[in-house]
């Protein structure tokens, strides 16, 4: 065999293997996202409670994921997903309040009727339904609601470690902070969600 | 606040948070089919982004983001070129002045550009003119 027949052979088996590799993080990242899709989307959804501008939300950060991440142990991707997803979070509210500054300016209304009233939504302990599936979704709306409500380091402290499951140094990663202000924003989030839900809750 | 409330105030967080966690996961699992599409769709799309072949979502992107910028770069070239009044389009053309581009900076500018050819071709017969008559005067 020559020199270059042999030359081609070792390039055609790296090319094989270096696709192989490939094809297997592609993998990995899709049972990732997959795994996380749904919950990331409910969490970006009671932070800016439209579900439409989360799914896009959702899909920016899938995609900067990808970009710019996909060569970093799995491990790293869940807390530089949510760490993605919360500025874009982030940037949401802040196009938000341009948005809304300008409308004032320009006289026009700034709530598209998405603005919601705490005390008006707040659960009515006399009112309870002898549905289940409806005192859940009532439940649910009542924690959306108390959550949403919180500051916004306070809902990103529970937010991770309560429905996303991280732990203390993840979420530190995730909200770019030390582990010190997680445990403070989370215990002071806790503490806020007890008072506002109240006892009938529990 | 003594030992036992404090206490007893753990276990109520527990309890919060063993709910909370609970009510989110049913909330999960009761995502619409629709969403559920929606979120797969998405998912795909973020992967093609690996494959070297699949650059068309990002060829687009790129596009929607600099054709914009670009529209406005070739805007300022052409004002830049009028303004300096280079390059002549052929030898009859005379080089436009400032004064053409405030012309065409006014308000009612679109006819003016839509009969450009037709303004210059008088401006340079009155200048032919005037050349005329000023060799007339000296010969």
Not at chain 1, 35 to 55: G, M, N, Y
Not at chain 1, 73 to 93: A, C, K, M
Not at chain 1, 104 to 129: E, H, Q
Not at chain 2, 92 to 113: C, G, K, Q, V
Request: glycine share 6%; aromatic share 8%; with cysteine.
């Amino acid at each position: 065999m020559s020199a270059c027949a042999c030359e081609f052979a070792v390039s055609s088996i790296r090319e094989h293997f270096t696709g192989t590799k490939e094809l297997q993080r592609e993998q990995e990242l899709n049972r990732f996202l997959a795994d996380v899709e749904r919950r990331a989307l409910r969490i970006a959804e009671i932070s800016i409670r439209d579900r439409d501008e989360a799914l896009d939300l959702v899909q920016e950060a899938m995609i900067k994921l990808v970009r710019n991440y996909a060569d970093r142990s799995n491990n790293e991707w869940t807390p530089l997903f949510y760490r993605i997803l919360q500025n874009g979070v982030r940037d949401w509210h802040r196009r938000q309040a341009v948005r809304n500054r300008v409308m004032v300016w320009f006289g026009r209304s700034t709530s598209d009727g998405r603005d919601y009233d705490p005390v008006a939504a707040a659960p009515d302990p006399a009112g309870r339904t002898p549905d289940e599936t409806l005192q859940t979704e009532q439940a649910m709306e009542s924690l959306q609601l108390a959550v949403a409500a919180l500051p916004r380091r306070q809902k990103e402290a529970f937010m991770l470690r309560t429905f996303e499951g991280l732990n203390v140094a993840g979420t530190a990663v995730a909200m770019g902070c030390s582990e010190g202000s997680v445990k403070t924003h989370y215990s002071r989030a806790v503490h806020s969600l007890r008072d506002t839900l109240g006892e009938h809750w529990q | 606040m003594n030992e036992r409330d404090a206490k007893s105030a753990k276990i109520d967080d527990r309890l919060l948070v063993t709910k909370a966690k609970e009510l989110f996961d049913q909330s999960v699992d009761g995502l619409d089919a629709e969403t559920r599409s929606r979120l797969n769709r998405g998912r795909h799309e973020a992967l093609a982004q690996l494959r070297p072949g699949v650059r068309y979502g990002q060829w687009l992107q790129w596009n929607q983001r600099t054709l914009p910028a670009a529209g406005v770069a070739a805007a300022a070239v052409v004002a830049v070129l009028i303004w300096t009044g280079r390059p002549p389009v052929d030898d009859l053309t005379p080089p436009a002045t400032a004064s053409d581009f405030e012309i065409l900076l006014a308000e009612d500018s679109f006819e003016m550009l839509q009969e450009l050819e037709f303004y210059s071709w008088i401006d340079f017969e009155a200048e032919l003119v005037d050349e005329l008559d000023t060799n007339g005067n000296v010969g």
